[in-house]
């Protein structure tokens, strides 16, 4: 196994007004049936500079959509984005002020990039678009800012790669390359979704590794999302994890993960095959339809700690049935929406 | 697993095979000297990263290799050579006497007929004499048996989640009632919770059917936790195989050291700011390093590694390894 150099690995500042916040952000979709789904219901989540925040949850959580709301690629039906305080516009410049301040590192590598795209050009794109030549404080000429972003994403030496087309590169490679892409704007704020989970296991390391790097070199934050576990434990400050669109836990890595208190946080940890201090609680079912929001408490169809009696031995079964939860707030303390929780805590 | 029958003749068995595609760059080696076996009742993982072979060797076990692929050595389902058998006797083996399950539930169910019509396929080819109410009735079963309602085989597959798919292609594999299932990346793109579901339904099979099964994953994680036995390729060969549990804690090649590190143990304080995992790439098959085809990658090459390619060695008993740099100071 090898050690990758990271550099430091605490974050810079965990108060003050956030870099990137989400304020009781809603987005709604009507579906061909008429009936609305709340894909995010209520979510608050906030970005220091130069932290790394995993959003972790599983297919049909939101975390997706959650992405796409902070980036500006979907407009919130209710609450806010906040860029540094200041609540998002939504024309068409300040679209592209925010994206050149905060970059998307789309999931898949490989269908991210034209195929009838050179890696000179797909880097070059974004750089032409934001006119990052002419505000260049050093002058570099465009050649030699797609080569400093190639390097700093690890491809070297970069004008190697110049003239390569997508389909000659390996997995690890496209995805250097689309992180390349992201970095020539020198973003403050690289949100990435699912960054590594189609690359093969000994490649992610190295890509987890970069992210690091460009936190402690670059002071970038990261916005990660993803499904894996193992993943957040490697680089992440802190955690939310959501269900059915709505954040469920949130607080430091080491908060949530070694010491969870969310049933659905204890049960998505406990059948990662490399966890061995929680007995595997395997859920039936799946996220339900976000058209078909159960009352209540969102999880308590699913929840191990209704169905075996926990909950109405500590007398809150007909709360987690009835009562909805209120929204976690994203003060960076450990945050659980869980009646159970709350009755024994 | 505690069904293994260790008498039983092996339903798979490979015996140095090798698989050779005709590229027009010229020969491409895929897959060089793999030995395996799988027995009744008996779960055996193989483990490795895109382009190591595993995906071709998979194809080998039904013939399923294009045609511009050369494949040597024995292929043996249920005692029978795969490989030089007649089309006749391929075509009974195929689905009733081994079955796949290929990566990727999307796209291999055909997205205009239902679910139960596909799963009936199959049958309806192996057995035409069944009346159509049985056939039926079988479809419901299997159905049920993969923990889906009988009454989802008027489903689309648009209809249903990933995970249901993957119950679909399982249901399929099952359908003839085969000895021997091969499984290619059965849960690679399923979130953790549904992962952990197909895996319980999987060893739960094993367990009720006897059957021999061989999974394919790039997660040795996965694997430690369902199968009996470990093979970990790299570069179309094998360099370590042994019991899934020692493999996985206590791997011997440092490519298989790489893999079980590759996902941290959380909770772990050494794996936080630390992702572990290798340098580098894969090589390119048409362009193997010299001797060792890990020694470019691997932390610990020393300059007779690229001497000759290192025979796998048995250095503790049932734990063959490919590496002269294990047991060596």
């Known amino acids: 196994m090898t050690g990758f150099e990271t550099g430091a690995s605490a974050p810079s500042s965990t108060t003050g007004t956030p870099f990137l916040e989400a304020r009781d952000l809603g987005v709604e979709f009507t579906t061909r049936s008429g009936a609305s789904a709340r894909a995010l219901d209520g979510v608050h989540v906030s970005v220091q500079r130069g932290e790394i925040l995993a959003i972790v949850g599983e297919s049909g959580s939101g975390k997706t959509t959650l992405a796409r709301t902070l980036i500006g690629l979907q407009a919130p039906s209710s609450g806010q984005v906040l860029l540094e305080g200041a609540p998002l516009s939504y024309s068409t410049r300040a679209l592209r002020t925010l994206r050149s301040r905060v970059q998307m590192v789309l999931q898949d590598a490989a269908g991210s990039l034209n195929p009838r795209q050179t890696v000179y050009e797909s880097v070059a794109e974004g750089i032409r678009l934001h006119r990052r030549v002419e505000s260049d404080p050093d002058g570099r000429s465009e050649a030699e800012l797609v080569a400093a972003a190639l390097a700093e994403a690890g491809l070297r030496p970069p004008e190697r790669l110049f003239l390569r087309y997508p389909h000659e590169l390996s997995g690890g490679q496209k995805q250097r390359v689309l992180i390349a892409g992201a970095l020539a704007l020198r973003p403050e704020l690289i949100l990435a979704d699912e960054p590594v989970s189609s690359l093969d296991a000994s490649i992610r390391g190295e890509i987890l590794a970069l992210l690091l790097k460009l936190r402690s070199e670059l002071g970038m934050g990261v916005v990660v999302v993803t499904h894996d576990l193992g993943l957040a434990w490697n680089i992440a400050d802190r955690i939310a994890v959501m269900y059915l669109g709505r954040v469920v836990e949130c607080g430091t890595t080491e908060e949530v993960l070694s010491h969870p208190r969310h049933p659905y946080t204890q049960a998505l940890l406990s059948v990662v095959p490399e966890i061995d201090f929680l007995e595997p609680v395997v859920l039936t079912g799946e996220i339900p339809d976000p058209s078909r929001i159960p009352d209540g408490c969102r999880f308590h169809p699913r929840c191990p700690q209704l169905a075996d009696g926990r909950a109405a031995a500590a007398g809150v079964d007909d709360h987690c049935r009835r009562t909805s939860l209120p929204v976690l707030p994203a003060d960076g303390d450990h945050r659980v929406a869980c009646h159970l929780d709350a009755a024994t805590a | ?329």
Request: charged share 20%; glycine share 10%.
């Open chain 2, 1 to 329: 697993m505690s069904g293994v029958r260790t008498e039983a003749e092996p339903v798979l068995e490979l015996r140095d095979v090798t698989v050779t595609y005709g590229t027009s760059e010229g020969p491409l080696p895929a897959v060089r000297g793999v030995d395996l076996s799988v027995r009744p009742g008996e779960v055996v993982g193989l483990a490795g990263e895109s382009g190591c072979g595993k995906s071709t060797l998979v194809g080998t076990v039904l013939r399923l290799q294009p045609s511009s692929a050369t494949v040597t050595g024995e292929v043996l389902v249920l005692g029978e050579d795969v490989q030089t058998i007649s089309w006749g006797r391929l075509r009974a083996l195929r689905w009733a006497g081994a079955s796949i399950v290929f990566q990727g539930a999307l796209h291999s169910l055909n997205p205009v007929q239902r679910i139960g019509r596909q799963i009936a396929e199959p049958i309806e080819v192996h057995e035409p004499d069944l009346a159509k109410e049985v056939v039926e009735r079988r479809v419901e079963e299997l159905l049920e048996q993969v923990g889906l309602a009988a009454s989802r085989k008027r489903a689309y597959p648009h209809q249903l989640s990933g995970g249901q798919r993957q119950r679909v292609m399982i249901a399929m594999a099952l359908a003839c009632r085969p000895q021997l299932i091969v499984a290619d990346e059965p849960t690679t793109a399923l979130d953790v919770m549904v992962q952990a579901q197909i895996l319980d339904l999987l060893k739960d099979l094993v367990g009720d059917l006897g059957v021999g099964l061989l999974i394919i994953s790039h997660d040795l994680s996965v694997l430690a936790d369902i199968c009996d036995r470990v093979t970990v390729m790299y570069a179309g060969r094998v360099v370590e195989s042994g019991p899934a549990d020692a493999v996985f804690t206590d791997p011997l090649h440092p490519y298989t050291q790489a893999l079980s590190g590759a996902f941290p143990r959380i909770g772990d304080p050494a794996a936080r700011y630390a992702p572990a995992g290798l340098k580098g790439d894969p090589p390119d098959p048409r362009e193997l390093p010299p001797g060792c085809s890990f020694a470019p990658r691997c932390p610990l090459a020393v300059d007779e590694c690229s001497a000759a390619e290192p025979p796998l060695v048995e250095v503790t008993p049932g734990r063959p390894v490919a590496c002269i740099r294990v047991g060596a100071p």
